[in-house]
């Protein structure tokens, strides 16, 4: 039997959304396609911010150069963008409400 791979986890507030398995090559929308859970996105290259989540619990590391959906203030509030981020670990996650 193999190790379990981990897990993301998505949540609003309290509420538990889905789960999918945790696949290091997936972005954090795939992961949530795969868990049932719909994450608005419009651009799919980090430029318009539709996407974004908020890191509760885990890492997605930020590209080396920070896309037009985010900036310092966002950062600092572990906002992510979901159609470019990728999990290096499990994670929980929160779904923003739509802007």
Known sequence: MSPDPG???FF???ILLGTASLDTELTLCEHAEMAGVDIPT???SGTCGT????LLKGEVP???EIPPGLDDELIAENARLSCIGV???SLDIEIRPPL
Do not use: F, I, W, Y
């Open 7 to 9: 897990q993301v986890r």
């Open 12 to 14: 609003r507030g309290s």
């Open 42 to 44: 419009n651009c799919t």
């Open 51 to 54: 996407c974004m989540v908020t």
């Open 62 to 64: 930020l590209p080396e």
């Open 87 to 89: 999990a290096k670990s």
